[in-house]
T-cell receptor
Framework: GAGVSQTPSNKVTEKGKYVELRCDPI?????LYWYRQSLGQGPEFLIY????????DSGLPNDRFFAVRPEGSVSTLKIQRTERGDSAVYLC?????????????????FGEGSRLTVL | AQSVAQPEDQVNVAEGNPLTVKCTYS??????LFWYVQYPNRGLQFLLK??????LVKGSYGFEAEFNKSQTSFHLKKPSALVSDSALYFC???????????FGIGTKLQVIP
């Protein structure tokens, strides 16, 4: 399809394990965002990519979280030594507009999320 | 720092009546403002945005929002609510010159038949 694709849709893991979540953005979108949404909360910003580089990673909660986008398209969010508090829905979004301060700012196109449960 | 406040956890409205979902924001510069909708077990969908120009912006599904700079508000409105409008609504803000988009905690809209 033409939308943002996230895999897996559901992931159950044990405390201490390593997890990777994948995001395939809309073709041609230069900007890619990761958010985390806990139950009853709004999306919480984690990291923003412009092309291959992480332009803003100020939302990553600690050094157990890391994200890459090596070819400027698909992105992977990596979580080491998972904790129960990491349980949430991880949302990926892409946007065709990525110029800071530009007037042509566009909306974000979200995937349906990856639900992570850490037991 | 930028932030969004959605003061109502839930809004109930009868079908056919006008609806308003409130949002206020805080940014250091000039804002880009957005509304998104989330249906159960679905991803967030864009509804409308304010970038510049007319304070009243129109979006998808008959929704509109009014930007009020003096009150730092961007309330979502619809003249006549439908049962199918029942969902979770998120307001979001982005400070110009930055790429980070900050979301509110959401307001649940319940349209009663």
């Amino acid at each position: 399809g033409a939308g943002v694709s996230q895999t897996p849709s559901n992931k159950v893991t044990e405390k201490g394990k390593y997890v990777e979540l994948r995001c395939d953005p809309i073709s041609g979108h230069t900007a890619l965002y990761w958010y985390r949404q806990s139950l009853g909360q709004g999306p919480e910003f984690l990291i923003y990519f412009q092309g291959t580089g992480a332009a803003d990673d100020s939302g990553l909660p600690n050094d157990r979280f890391f994200a890459v986008r090596p070819e400027g398209s698909v992105s992977t969010l990596k979580i080491q030594r998972t904790e129960r508090g990491d349980s949430a829905v991880y949302l990926c979004a892409s946007s065709p507009y990525g110029l800071a301060g530009g007037e042509n700012t566009g909306e974000l196109f979200f995937g349906e999320g990856s639900r992570l449960t850490v037991l | 720092a930028q932030s969004v406040a959605q003061p109502e956890d839930q809004v109930n409205v009868a079908e056919g009546n006008p609806l308003t979902v409130k949002c206020t924001y805080s940014v250091s510069g000039n804002p880009y403002l957005f509304w998104y909708v989330q249906y159960p077990n679905r991803g967030l969908q864009f509804l409308l945005k304010y970038i510049t120009g007319d304070n009243l912006v129109k979006g998808s599904y008959g929704f509109e929002a009014e930007f009020n700079k003096s009150q730092t508000s961007f309330h979502l409105k619809k003249p006549s609510a439908l049962v199918s409008d029942s969902a979770l609504y998120f307001c979001a803000v982005r400070d110009r010159g930055y790429q980070k988009v900050t979301f509110g905690i959401g307001t649940k809209l319940q349209v009663i038949p």
